[in-house]
């Protein structure tokens, strides 16, 4: 177990960016502390060599410069869309920005994966990683509060990285925090991801409209294109999704004490799999819709479908409905989360 690093550049005002690589023998994940981004996870492929399996940039500096589509980064503080950019705080309409037409998408303009944060490695008890620290000021995202966000990704010697969230607002503001990073689990980015089998334990989700936001009701999956209970192709009802998907599956009506499996994924060519697991109560999940073909790792060209998320987060729009799981985090309390992916290969 080892955590290496190397200092690659400089933020436009003048912060040191730092590439950091946690190794655990068998696989190993790489992340900038710009936008705590993970820019690669790399998985065995035969003897001695490996296959990187999240979507992204060749040059890591490059995700400073480029405007991409959240890969890797971890968003918030309000993941997400928020309907017509605000929300009533006792009383009080906040105003965000409005970054996906009228709406907040993902913290606005100057979310989470805009910021360059304070990071320290950290090995004990068999697992290795880093932490990550930065202070979000009021109003820089819209929110009246100051907010202590804390992010720590552990690799363990059993293959799997912990995404742990901590936030702690200076007055009652609404937290959402997830990780954007966009899976293929082939490694070859020039395949889809449409023969990647998925199951959900999820009986309900969240229709949305035209511009994705919830409507507000919880529908059964049952006889449905997002009904993932058996494992099924990705590909398989994607087209009968229009746009594919990017909805919201519920995992429960409250945040969980304790992370549960919400997701297995299985690559059958290369046997590889990933498990998900979190204690939030719903999970995002994202088909790479509006990936448009720009030039990624490798020369490779990323387009819709050839890579998926699954972002573990409260629901989108919770700000705004009483009937979502309340995301709101009181003065003198802390937003604490932990999401799991384990690999299989």
């Not at 702690?168 to 990647?196: A, C, R, V, W």
């Not at 009506?253 to 299985?266: R, S």
Request: with cysteine.
């Amino acid at each position: 177990m080892k955590v290496e690093f190397e200092h690659i550049g400089f933020s436009s005002a003048g912060e040191k960016i730092f590439l950091w690589t946690a190794s655990n023998g068998e696989m190993q994940i790489s992340v900038i502390n710009y936008g705590c981004i993970i820019t690669s996870i790399l998985l065995p492929r035969g003897k001695a060599r490996f296959s990187d399996v999240v979507l992204g940039l060749s040059n890591p500096m490059s995700y400073l410069d480029v405007k991409n589509p959240h890969f890797g980064a971890a968003v918030g503080l309000i993941a997400n869309r928020v309907a017509k950019a605000r929300f009533d705080l006792d009383g009080q309409t906040i105003f965000l920005d409005a970054n996906d037409g009228e709406n907040s998408l993902h913290g606005g303009f100057y979310g989470l994966e805009t910021c360059v944060f304070h990071a320290e490695p950290f090995a004990s008890n068999g697992n290795c990683g880093i932490r990550f620290t930065k202070t979000i000021l009021p109003y820089e995202q819209g929110l009246p509060a100051s907010v202590d966000v804390e992010i720590c990704y552990t690799l363990t010697g059993d293959n799997k990285v912990l995404l742990d969230y901590v936030a702690t607002p200076s007055e009652k503001t609404p937290i959402n925090l997830t990780n954007h990073s966009y899976f293929n689990l082939t490694g070859d980015f020039y395949q889809t991801i449409d023969d990647h089998i998925l199951q959900m334990p999820c009986d309900g989700y969240l229709p949305v409209d035209k511009n994705l936001i919830p409507t507000g009701e919880i529908k059964n999956v049952e006889g449905t294109p997002f009904d993932f209970r058996v494992g099924k192709k990705i590909g398989r009802d994607i087209g009968d999704v229009p746009g594919g998907y990017d909805h919201t599956f519920v995992i429960s009506n409250e945040k969980n004490p304790q992370p549960v499996e919400c997701a297995y994924i299985k690559e059958e060519k290369s046997q590889r799999t990933l498990r998900v697991f979190t204690d939030l109560p719903g999970v995002q999940f994202y088909t790479g819709n509006f990936l448009d073909g720009r030039v990624g790792k490798r020369w490779q060209i990323h387009k819709a479908r050839q890579g998926f998320c699954l972002e573990t987060q409260f629901f989108p729009d919770s700000p705004n409905r009483d009937n979502f799981p309340n995301c709101f985090v009181e003065k003198g309390r802390q937003f604490k989360s932990r999401t799991i992916w384990e690999f299989g290969f």
